[in-house]
C-alpha cells in the first residue's frame, strides 16, 4: 500500500459522489450533494469534506448546506482531518461513526458462481433485508433504499450490480461493484446477503465475482469500506483485504 494509493481511494470516492448526485454545491473544505428523488437517502443528501477545512467552521458550514434537510450527515474522507473535525462536530450535536478503508492485498481470486443483474432482480430481496435491518421504518423510506441504487449508475466508467443465486432462482446476496479503468480503481459496495441465506457460501461467491471482474477491468487497487465496530471486517480479512485508513461520517437528526 502506497500514500498515492490512499489519496486514489479518496479522489474515487469524491469523484463517485459528485457524479451520482442530481446536483452538487463547492463549499469551503469539500462540497455538499443533493438529489430530491432520494430525499430519505442520507448517502444522497449529504456534505463530503475532501480539502482543509478548519474544524471549529466545519458545524456552520454543514449548518449553512444541509439545514434545510430533516438531518445533517458529513462525510470526511481523510482520517487525520476526520479526528480533528470531530470534538466540533460532537459538540453541535453530531453523532460518530468510523468507517475502516479496507484493500485487498490477497490473491485474485478466479472467479465465484455470481453474474450480474440488475435492479428489477434485486428488488424484493433488497426491499425484504431492508425491512428487516430497519423494523419500523416507512415504506416509502425503504422505497428510495432500493431505488436508489440505479443512480449509482452515474458514478463510476463502469456500474455493476453482482448477484449470487439460490437454487430456486432468487438473488440471495449482491454487492455493486463500481471501477475506473483509467486510474486503475475498483470498490465493492454493499455487499448484502438475505438473512434466510446467511452462512451458506454466496457472500463469497459475489466478492470473488466483483474481485476476478474488478482486476480484468485492470483496476490493481481494489477496496471496499467496513464498518469498524461490525464483525464484517474480519470476515474481510480473512478473504485478503488490509485495513489501510479509515473514513469518518458525522449525523445529526
Aim: some cysteine; aromatic content about 8%; hydrophobic content about 40%.
Amino acid at each position: 500500500m502506497t500514500t498515492s494509493q490512499l489519496r486514489g481511494i479518496r479522489v474515487f470516492l469524491a469523484d463517485f459522489a459528485r457524479r451520482q448526485a442530481a446536483r452538487h454545491v463547492e463549499l469551503t473544505g469539500g462540497f455538499a450533494v443533493y438529489d430530491d428523488a432520494f430525499g430519505r437517502s442520507r448517502a444522497n443528501n449529504r456534505m463530503i469534506v475532501d480539502g482543509p477545512v478548519e474544524p471549529e467552521a466545519l458545524p456552520g458550514i454543514a449548518q449553512e448546506a444541509l439545514g434545510h434537510l430533516p438531518y445533517q450527515v458529513v462525510y470526511v474522507l481523510d482520517e487525520e482531518a476526520g479526528q480533528s473535525c470531530a470534538l466540533p462536530l460532537v459538540r453541535a450535536g453530531y453523532r460518530r461513526f468510523e468507517e475502516l478503508v479496507m484493500l485487498h492485498t490477497g490473491p485474485i481470486p478466479e472467479g465465484g458462481a455470481a453474474q450480474e443483474v440488475g435492479l428489477a432482480d434485486l428488488r424484493e430481496p433488497l426491499t425484504l433485508r431492508w425491512h428487516q435491518l430497519l423494523p419500523g421504518v416507512g415504506e416509502e423510506v425503504i422505497r428510495q433504499l432500493v431505488e436508489r441504487r440505479e443512480v449509482r449508475r452515474r458514478g463510476a466508467e463502469v456500474v455493476r450490480f453482482i448477484g449470487a443465486r439460490a437454487r430456486d432462482g432468487q438473488v440471495a446476496s449482491w454487492a455493486d461493484l463500481y471501477a475506473d479503468p483509467v486510474s486503475g480503481i475498483a470498490q465493492v459496495e454493499d455487499l448484502i446477503t438475505a438473512e434466510e441465506h446467511l452462512g451458506e457460501g454466496y457472500a463469497g461467491a459475489v466478492l470473488d465475482t466483483a474481485l476476478r471482474q474488478a482486476a480484468d477491468a485492470g483496476c490493481g487497487t481494489r477496496f471496499l469500506l467496513a464498518d469498524a465496530q461490525d464483525w464484517p471486517r474480519d470476515w474481510y480479512e480473512r478473504r485478503g483485504f488490509t485495513i489501510v485508513g479509515r473514513t469518518y461520517s458525522f449525523e445529526r437528526g
